[in-house]
C-alpha cells in the first residue's frame, strides 16, 4: 500500500505561522510578541539605545466616522511613514506593539538630537494632507522618546520612560 501525501500545505501553513509569531500582518513591521522575545538582549548589546514610542491621535473618532477599514489603511498609511523616515538610518526596528501604537528601537545613536531629528520628520510627514473619501483631512500623533547612554538601564526602563512622555504630549494636545 503507498500513500502519496503532499506536505506543500503543511509547509505552508508552518511557514505562516512562523511569520505571525513576529510580524504584525497588516503592517509588516514586527510585532509585540517579535518586541517581548527580544527585548531582553537588546538593551545590553549595545553602547547607546534610543526608543521612540508613538500612536496616532483621535483613531477611534476616525473610525467612529469613516469605518474601520479607513482606520486600518490609516494605521498601514503611518506605518508607511515610520518605515520611511527611519529607512536612512542602520539598525533600526519597527513594532505595531498593538492597535495604533507603534515603538522604534534606535541602537548606536550618537545623541538625543538624533532621535528628535527623527521625531521632526515623523511629525512633518504624519501633517500633511490625507486625502480620504474625497475629503482631504489632517491627522496628528503623539510621540515620546527616551535615550540611554552607557548607562545600562533596564530596557523595561526606556520603553517605561518614552511611553510616560508620550502620554504627556497626548494629554497637553488635548
Known amino acids: 500500500l503507498y500513500l502519496f501525501y503532499d506536505e506543500s500545505k503543511f509547509v505552508k501553513l508552518v511557514d505562516k505561522l512562523e511569520y ?3 510580524y504584525d500582518e497588516m503592517t509588516g513591521l514586527y510585532n509585540r510578541n517579535h518586541f517581548e522575545r ?5 538593551g545590553r548589546d549595545y553602547d547607546t539605545f534610543g526608543v521612540i514610542v508613538t500612536d496616532i491621535n483621535g483613531l477611534k473618532l476616525f473610525n467612529d466616522y469613516f469605518g474601520h477599514k479607513a482606520g486600518d489603511d490609516l494605521i498601514i498609511r ?5 518605515k520611511s523616515v527611519v529607512a536612512s538610518y542602520s539598525d533600526t526596528s519597527l513594532i505595531r506593539m498593538g492597535g495604533d501604537e507603534f515603538t522604534v528601537l534606535l541602537t548606536d545613536i550618537e ?3 538624533d532621535v528628535k531629528s527623527i ?3 515623523i511629525e512633518a510627514k504624519i501633517a500633511e494632507p490625507y486625502q480620504i473619501y474625497g475629503q482631504e483631512i489632517k491627522i496628528s500623533c503623539s510621540i515620546g522618546y527616551s535615550v540611554d547612554y552607557r548607562t545600562k538601564k533596564s530596557f523595561q526602563e526606556l ?3 518614552a511611553d510616560l ?3 504627556e ?5 488635548n
Open 78 to 82: 503611518y506605518s508607511d511613514i515610520l
Open 111 to 113: 545623541s538625543s538630537e
Open 20 to 22: 505571525l509569531r513576529s
Open 159 to 161: 520603553i517605561n520612560k
Open 165 to 167: 512622555a508620550m502620554y
Open 169 to 173: 504630549v497626548k494629554n497637553a494636545k
Open 38 to 42: 527580544s527585548s531582553e538582549t537588546l
Open 119 to 121: 521625531i521632526k520628520k
